[in-house]
């Protein structure tokens, strides 16, 4: 693979083995086997979340005067989850292998009639399979004292919604944005982190007129659009929009933004309009007025119009859009070549921004002053061990895309080596210039 080649199948397959090996996803629970559709970001991989997170968050509400954040419970009152229609209708028609045992979602079966595992007909009846996650809350454990984790974040922000508006003053048109863990208990976890049994999603409900609906809709799915060309990186190739053939009854339109992964095309995002089914129904079981009133004391529904995306999936199509392995000189005995294995993240959220290695241990208090003076401002990390092509190496692997190499000529001229990870150009530049270069370099 010399260029990324995000179709290519065993693609997953390294991917996987560099998330481990570099400390960016681990299997939760490891040491016990591991456990179906968990995972843990280790150092790097919670380094870049946040990166991500913080990227979304600032797009979508520091950057806007029409969005508000909010940060909820993960676990609500119960009824919330009638209200939202989850406990009748969260589910997925799923059947059994009699002979293998394998469970199936019906919906991902190539053939219904055929166990994709062991190949036999011999397959139970399809029955309804609800994907809420329950729990006990209280000290009695007894039907009445069920909750559930919620199974989308987004449904505290309807619950919210007045309490937010009368706080901030906002008028219609506005939003309001979390970001927090969902909770589904898939039928069939898989594809890495695609489909997880705990993730985070990033969602935004934006509450207008009817009248305007339809055009906000428009805006939000090319608002988005634009954000994953723009701060992603992601190219038009690698992107596409997959209406919805059936529409949930209450809503007018639905698109999901599908991104290319090894495995095949996948939804990340969905841009919903929801019509005014959520906050007519919390309204309708809560007996709370959650109705907005304008100037002139007319009462509306709020329309509601939706972006939802999994932090997760969108970690992991950053990952398979980036990674890349090419030939490059080396230093090793024997050889002139080597492959070079690089994580060509945006400088914005790779985990490390700037790494500093001092070219000897010598020089490790000068080099460690310059490392405190960078990391108030970057993602920085120090590395002293190992010769600077297998440190370099290493940063690769990580996506760093600047190293800094501090030598003895240092001491005396008061400047640094910088290397561009994707050009793998060098530079010198004065210490008093760092910041103004990396503030250049770094700042999306
Ligand atoms: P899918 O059809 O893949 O099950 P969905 O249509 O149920 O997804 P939504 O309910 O619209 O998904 O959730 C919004 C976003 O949350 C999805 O676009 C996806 O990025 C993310 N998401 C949903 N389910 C999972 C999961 N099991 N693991 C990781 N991310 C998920």
Redesign the pocket.
């Known amino acids: 693979m010399s260029a990324n080649n995000i179709a290519s199948p065993e693609l997953m397959e390294k991917l996987v083995s560099l998330c481990k090996r570099r400390g960016l996803i681990f299997q939760s629970s490891e040491i016990y086997g591991g456990f179906n559709g968990f995972w843990d970001y280790g150092p790097y991989g919670v380094r870049m979340k946040r990166a991500l997170e913080n990227l979304w968050w600032k797009n979508m509400v520091d950057c806007r005067m029409d969005v508000e954040g909010l940060d909820s419970t993960i676990i609500c009152h119960p009824k919330v989850w009638k209200a939202s229609g989850h406990i009748e209708q969260f589910s997925d028609l799923m059947c059994d292998c009699k002979d293998c045992k394998t469970r199936h979602r019906v919906d991902q079966m190539p053939d219904q009639t055929v166990c994709t595992n062991c190949k036999s007909t011999n397959l139970t009846e399809q029955r309804e399979f609800n994907l809420m996650m329950k729990t006990y809350v209280g000290p009695v454990f007894d039907e009445d004292h069920i909750a559930y984790l919620r199974a989308?974040s987004c449904q505290p922000i309807f619950l919210n919604f007045q309490q937010v508006r009368i706080a901030t003053r906002q008028k219609l048109p506005f939003g309001i944005a979390q970001i927090g863990k969902a909770f589904?208990n898939?039928i069939n976890p898989r594809n890495f982190?695609?489909?997880?049994r705990e993730?985070t999603?990033m969602e935004m409900e934006y509450f207008c007129y009817e009248e305007t609906s339809m055009e906000t809709w428009e805006y939000w799915k090319n608002e988005r659009i634009r954000f994953y060309r723009e701060k992603l990186n992601f190219t038009d190739d690698m992107m596409r929009i997959h209406e919805h053939e059936k529409l949930a009854h209450y809503a007018k339109a639905a698109v999901?933004i599908e991104v290319k992964f090894p495995f095949g095309w996948g939804?990340?995002?969905?841009i919903h309009h929801r019509g005014t089914w959520d906050i007519a129904r919390h309204q309708e079981f809560s007996g709370a007025d959650l109705e907005y009133v304008d100037e002139n004391g007319k009462r509306t529904i709020p329309t509601v119009v939706e972006t939802?995306?999994?932090l997760?999936?969108t970690f992991l199509a950053v990952l398979c859009n980036s990674y890349y392995e090419e030939e490059a000189a080396t230093q090793k005995e024997g050889k002139e070549t080597d492959v070079r294995v690089v994580l060509r993240l945006p400088a914005t959220i790779a985990p490390v921004q700037v790494a500093v290695l001092p070219i000897s241990k010598k020089l490790s208090e000068n080099a460690q002053k310059l490392y405190q003076d960078l990391a108030g401002s970057y993602r920085c990390e120090y590395d002293v061990t190992g010769s600077i092509g297998k440190r370099y190496r290493r940063q690769d692997e990580i996506g760093t895309p600047f190293c800094v190499t501090f030598d003895f000529d240092s001491l005396e001229d008061n400047a640094v080596t910088i290397r561009n990870r994707d050009t793998m150009a060098q530079v010198r530049v004065n210490t008093t210039q760092l910041k103004a270069y990396f503030a250049e370099h770094l700042e999306g």
Not at 193 to 196: I, L
Not at 267 to 270: A, D, K, N, T
Request: overall charge negative; aromatic content about 10%.
């Open positions: 989308e589904r898939e982190t695609f489909r997880s993730f999603q999901d939804e990340l995002e969905g939802s995306v999994g997760d999936r």
